[in-house]
């Protein structure tokens, strides 16, 4: 029998709904079977979640080590960061630390291969910050966290791994080419090379992680109305045009620019596997208007599977059993999916030579069709 996927979940900013989303998520006695939960968090904190929800859990396992880990258990990872004082709503140093211990243990567990994908609890951006950890959030970190340190002589190397944001439900993917960025930086972040890099990068995720043999891409505009020939500005002809020629020029399927707004009003977006947004928000907004609690943040481009709920904190609503958990859920289960999806793609890819099956003396052949088989 297989060994379960193990799914390793970060508490995030415990003074949010972390605590409320991860054992609501849980808390079905059919969980166990269908993958082993490993949280890494605070057992005080944690207990009294459950107890303060009364939600019946399945058989939790506290676990001191990783090598402990039971499958058909919920094992929960104590960080041993001591009493922390619990602050509902309010972000603190001490909740923004333990958030970054959480994610840490989970990085690390990850790499050793005790856990198989991550899942993690919104945490606050400003909260997290310290002198050690100076990152606008969990994309930037993991990226940095994929690559080696750069050398005195490699400084300016470009990383192995490059990590981009998709958030997703059943339907509609979107990617971004600008992140975390300030609105008056993002105009000069829009160059030919960075649309043209995030579109290949999206196709390669497409067909990897979700699964699309020929993924058809939709690129959005920068400015309204494309720009109105120039009236309204001009990157849409100077930039990501010559993006979209250029990558179609090497097979990938993608289209546009098209305005954002008329693009999501008339559900055009049904017609794509996949949209590329040019900032933050123009992606997001429309996204989450769609996709409600159904959606889903994925950090792709890493060399593991990290997924997370798409909403924040929510600290108006912290601790108060209001919280709804299906963010949390769908993002473990989407996990789960990419993970299974990345292992036969990478299968189906591990030749590169093209094979092909045939039938000689009653017996199957694997003939190899780059070599005489005349």
């Not at 930086?185 to 992680?209: G, H, P, Y």
Request: aromatic share 8%; glycine share 8%; proline share 5%.
């Amino acid at each position: 029998m297989a060994k379960n996927i193990r799914v390793g979940i970060t508490h995030g900013d415990f003074n949010g709904v972390g605590y409320e989303i991860i054992v609501k998520a849980l808390a079905d006695e059919k969980i166990p079977e269908l993958f082993t939960p490993v949280v890494f968090g605070v057992q005080s904190l944690f207990e009294k979640a459950r107890k303060e929800y009364g939600q019946e859990m399945p058989g939790v396992e506290y676990i001191k080590n990783l090598s402990q880990v039971k499958d058909g258990k919920i094992n929960f990872l104590d960080l041993r960061l001591g009493d922390l004082p619990l602050r509902a709503g309010e972000p603190t140093k001490e909740s923004g630390e333990a958030a970054v211990a959480a994610l840490e243990a989970a990085v690390e567990a990850i790499r050793e291969g005790d856990i198989d994908v991550m899942v993690t609890a919104p945490i606050n951006k400003a909260a997290v910050q310290s002198e050690t950890f100076h990152f606008p959030g969990h994309t930037e970190y993991l990226e940095a966290k994929s690559n080696p340190e750069p050398s005195e002589e490699g400084a300016d190397e470009a990383p192995t791994f490059k990590a981009q944001m998709i958030l997703f439900d059943d339907y509609l993917r979107v990617a971004l080419v600008t992140t975390h960025l300030p609105v008056a930086e993002i105009s000069s972040a829009i160059t030919k090379e960075k649309v043209f890099d995030s579109i290949q990068r999206l196709d390669k995720v497409l067909r990897s992680d979700f699964g699309c043999e020929r993924p058809k891409i939709a690129v959005l505009s920068l400015n309204p109305h494309c720009g109105d020939n120039g009236l309204l500005g001009d990157e849409e002809h100077t930039q990501i045009i010559p993006a979209i020629d250029e990558a179609s020029d090497k097979g990938i399927l993608a289209f546009g620019p098209y305005a954002a707004d008329g693009f999501f009003a008339t559900h055009a977006y049904r017609n794509f596997d996949g949209i590329l947004a040019m900032y933050h928000d123009q992606g997001l907004a429309p996204f989450k208007a769609l996709a409600g609690e159904h959606g889903v943040n994925f950090t792709a481009g890493l060399p593991f599977v990290r997924t997370s709920p798409d909403h924040g904190t929510a600290y108006d609503i912290a601790w108060k059993g209001e919280a709804d958990p299906t963010s949390m859920r769908e993002a473990i289960y989407k996990a789960i999916d990419i993970y299974r999806n990345r292992d036969r793609y990478r299968r189906a890819s591990a030749n590169p030579l093209r094979k092909a099956r045939m039938e000689k003396g009653g017996q199957d052949k694997t003939v190899d069709l780059t070599k005489d088989t005349l």
